[in-house]
């Protein structure tokens, strides 16, 4: 079947580095979406990954291995606005079918 | 400042009631999508249009959810008859096939079926 793992919950600290971590089991990729969700809020776009590497959006960056089904999220300096649920999506089949498989998101916490 | 709308925001109704939810894609988006999240089952894709031609609609249940887009403005989801179940946010999102089709969400229906 196809699969999105995710933590459930982090924890950091203002001013620190988190990293959010995303595996994922698909039949094919066709790319790999981060989006931010506050509470009580709608999801919103963060990055997208498509080929290998690292993609840098200014605080946030987005890394991708296609080969290990393997993705991270890297907030840097963070922030008490950062506080927020963190979902990972893959498109996984190729083709007409564009849907997205969803992971059930990191909770991350920003303490001061 | 494009972006997707839903109406109504939020909606409680009796078990049993008919629930239409509305949602208004960007302009110039081809490709809607329908979601339901629920903290157990996290987003869900309920319904998949693109063209207002129906694409994937294997999430949602026949017997009670239909989906329709009556043009290219306009997408409804509908439950009829509704159930405490059904009680989640639903969620309206569009894209583009560019820009690896980014979904652009909506602010979401809560509804809550009493």
């Known amino acids: 079947g196809q699969n999105i793992d995710q933590p459930t919950e982090m924890t950091a600290t203002e001013g620190a580095i988190v990293q959010i971590n995303c595996t994922y089991q698909t039949s094919g990729f066709n790319g790999l979406f981060w989006y931010q969700q506050h509470a009580g809020e709608a999801p919103t776009f963060l990055s997208y990954?498509?080929l290998d590497g690292l993609e840098e959006k200014g605080r946030f960056s987005s890394f991708l291995s296609r080969s290990k089904g393997y993705s991270y999220l890297l907030l840097k300096e963070l922030q008490m606005k950062d506080s927020a649920s963190y979902l990972c999506?893959?498109?996984?089949?190729?083709?007409?079918?564009?849907?997205?498989?969803w992971g059930l998101g990191t909770s991350l916490a920003v303490n001061p | 400042d494009a972006r997707v709308t839903q109406t109504p925001r939020h909606k409680v109704t009796e078990m049993g009631q008919e629930v239409t939810m509305r949602c208004q894609p960007i302009l110039g988006h081809n490709t809607v999508f329908w979601y339901r999240q629920t903290m157990m089952q996290g987003l869900e894709l309920l319904a998949y249009?693109?063209?207002?031609?129906?694409?994937?609609d294997s999430g949602m249940p026949k017997d009670r959810f239909s989906a329709e887009m009556p043009d290219a403005t306009l997408a409804t989801l509908k439950i009829q008859p509704s159930e405490p179940r059904d009680s989640a946010v639903y969620f309206c999102?569009?894209?583009?096939?560019?820009?690896?089709?980014?979904?652009?969400f909506g602010p979401g229906t809560r509804l809550l079926v009493l």
């Open positions: 999506a893959v498109r996984g089949n190729a083709g007409n079918n564009r849907k997205l498989i």
């Open positions: 999102a569009s894209g583009l096939p560019g820009e690896g089709e980014t979904q652009y």
């Open positions: 249009f693109r063209n207002r031609a129906p694409l994937d």
């Open positions: 990954n498509v």
